[in-house]
């Protein structure tokens, strides 16, 4: 046996300890099944049970939404920064920029490295739906929606994208949506977190690590890319066949799980409610014939099963938010799962220093060049 045995990519090799969630038998935050708190709780208060361990009572509730009220508005120079930006840039490496300017104008950064990462997350929760509305509507030429953040945190969050109140369903599918959302393991933009965390690095820069990671193709970014599997899918006027031809010509069909022995993604059921439930409220039932037409192929055929964002592309879709969107809506979800991870990682630091196995030249000896004559 291998004194160090090789497992690309580290699979299947524990890599931490961690008390915020884990995905072996259903998805849970702090021991708290999602589906359950997708259905019954409300964004914040999850968001206060990742970085704080418990949910909260209500005056905590109320403390911390007051908090991200009087984080204010984006600072000024942020502003003019994110008009500066070229027009063409990718949204999520906008909001990489202004991640790393808002560290800038945190007013808990004065306090230390590491003494203050939740009020941190709090800021971050309050400016980041803010960033992420002002260069969208800027972009294209729409005039900004002034921060609420009166209401619920989706509600709020929804406003600012599309400047109107949704409906309750609306609401419902957009919290359940964040909330599916907040955290899933030691997924690849979490380890990158708690790697640059584990330096000592400042925890800007953790979060940075994490959006960067979050942008991959692999990762989060493929949601643009499933709906448009499932346009083309359901241009085709055959599901079934479209799927069996993907197959066929070895083509990854985005939104799904790499490898059959992977587990179900436990919150593909909460989304997939939703989906229904507001595709049929909308008339999008087309879509969603579509969607289940592709799932029992790739199911009995390939043996594989929906990863998360085959359900929240499809649904983002359904509540009318651009494509463009999609991953920058995951990153503002997933930021309270990410400080967590951060301070949890801090605690009780361990710097990873996994190994490599060299597989290039063996050694040689050097020669000097020849003395030109």
Known sequence: MERHPYR????GIVATETEIS?????????GYLVDELAREAMFLEVAYLLLHGELPSHEEMADFQTMLIESGQLPYPVLKALESIPPHIDMMEVVRSGVSLLAHFDPQMEYGMFMSDISNAQYLLAMLPQLISFRYHYVNG???????FQHSYAGSFWYMLKGDEPTQLEEEAFNALLISQADYGL??????????????SPLYSSINAAIGSLNGQLHCSSGAGVLDA???????????????QEITKGRR???FQHSPRNPRDPRATVLKNYCVQVADALGLNAMEATADAIEDVMAKVSRVHPRVEWHASRLLHYLGFEPELFTPIFAVSRM????????EQTENNHLY?????????????????????
């Open 8 to 11: 690309p990519g580290l699979a």
């Open 22 to 30: 884990q995905i072996q038998d259903g998805l849970t935050y702090r």
């Open 142 to 148: 729409k005039k900004p929606v002034v921060p609420n």
């Open 187 to 200: 997924a690849p933009s979490t380890f990158a977190a708690r790697v640059v965390a584990s330096t000592g």
């Open 230 to 244: 499932l346009q083309e899918a359901m241009h085709s006027g055959n599901a079934e066949e479209w799927a069996c």
């Open 253 to 255: 069909v985005l939104g």
């Open 336 to 343: 309270a799962g990410w400080v967590a991870h951060i301070v």
């Open 353 to 373: 220093q996994p190994l490599s196995r060299y597989v290039g030249m063996d050694q040689r000896k050097y020669k000097p060049m020849p003395l030109r004559s």
